[in-house]
């Protein structure tokens, strides 16, 4: 009888491990299920630490940058439409930003019109005119520009740029169009770059179609792969324009940093990042300058938020198209 009762029992025991191995409870299944959890959660963490940063510099800055209106009395009008950049008057400081934010804009298109042209026809020349060797030339050279610090630059222009410019305009050298020139040859990959892949991106349907109809190669890249390719052209231009926008040190080096609108394009200015960078370091927490100069950070992070809207509508036209 004991005997029959084991046999019952590992009977049951073999019939009931075959069943949850069948149904999936077997350790190898415990594991992976575990791992897939652990993953969920490192992404879902990962995506709620990147939105909460976000949101949190965001908020500190908005908090930051409004005291200057809420506390300490600025009007806002005057703040953004003044040229006066007065902070150390005794009695009557003013707080004119309209020269920085002036400077700012003025430097981040001058350099959009230096790096679209050269960037788009380098991408043309790597994706259309020379598909085998092109893009094995320009890539590594694309890398190092990507690589090279902002400083470097900065002392290349201080060094090459001002002075080539003095010499042929007899002013300082210092100025927007040296400071567009920086800022163009670095925004100059990230141009380059995203432009090659919308041309890459192009069917070769229309490529074909253009050619079956007589159209030479150049025919066909300026009247059917441009027009198709332009939002996601204009797309490499904006996302050029937002680092231009937001660059420093760089610019701080052959700017000039002058705290009033140039006159032309040889003149000193100054931007918003340069004139933070310059003064912060000077300010203390809480006083009346420092809150100022919080100010022109929402300014640029407005600015960041704008550029980022447009690259949106742009991707949508592109898919719509």
């Known amino acids: 009888m004991a005997f029959k009762g084991q046999q019952d029992s590992l009977s049951l025991a073999s019939k009931t491990g075959g069943r949850l191995i069948r149904e999936g409870f077997s350790f190898k299944n415990i594991l992976q299920k575990n791992g897939e959890l652990r993953g969920k959660i490192i992404i879902l963490t990962s995506a709620f630490f990147i939105i909460a940063a976000t949101m949190a510099i965001t908020l500190f800055l908005t908090l930051q940058g409004l005291r200057a209106f809420t506390v300490d009395g600025i009007n806002i009008i005057d703040f953004i439409t003044g040229t006066e950049w007065q902070p150390n008057r005794d009695g009557n400081p003013s707080y004119g ?99 090659a892949d919308a041309i890459k991106s192009v069917p070769d349907d229309l490529r074909h179609a253009s050619y079956a109809l007589g159209a030479t190669k150049w025919q066909t890249i300026y009247k059917v792969i441009i027009p198709a390719a332009l939002p996601s052209l204009l797309t490499a231009v904006v996302l050029g324009m937002a680092r231009a926008f937001g660059e420093a040190l760089a610019v701080q080096m052959v700017i000039g940093n002058a705290r009033g609108i140039p006159d032309s394009l040889v003149d000193p200015a100054a931007t918003l990042t340069t004139i933070i960078t310059l003064s912060m370091g000077h300010t203390t927490s809480g006083s009346v300058l420092n809150d100022v100069l919080w100010s022109l950070g929402l300014i640029l992070l407005v600015m960041s938020y704008v550029f980022i809207l447009i690259i949106r509508y742009l991707s949508k036209r592109r898919k719509l198209s």
Do not use: D
């Open 97 to 195: 930003a309209l020269p920085f934010i002036f400077g700012s804009f003025a430097v981040t298109v001058l350099a959009a019109l230096v790096a679209a042209p050269i960037g788009i026809a380098s991408a043309l020349f790597m994706t259309e005119i020379a598909r085998k060797w092109g893009q094995k030339a320009l890539q590594p050279v694309i890398e190092i520009l990507v690589g090279i610090p902002s400083v470097v630059y900065g002392l290349i222009g201080l060094s090459v740029i001002v002075p080539f410019i003095r010499s042929q305009t007899g002013g300082l050298g210092f100025g927007l169009l040296a400071g567009a020139i920086v800022v163009g040859i670095m925004i100059l990959p990230t141009v380059t770059s995203i432009a």
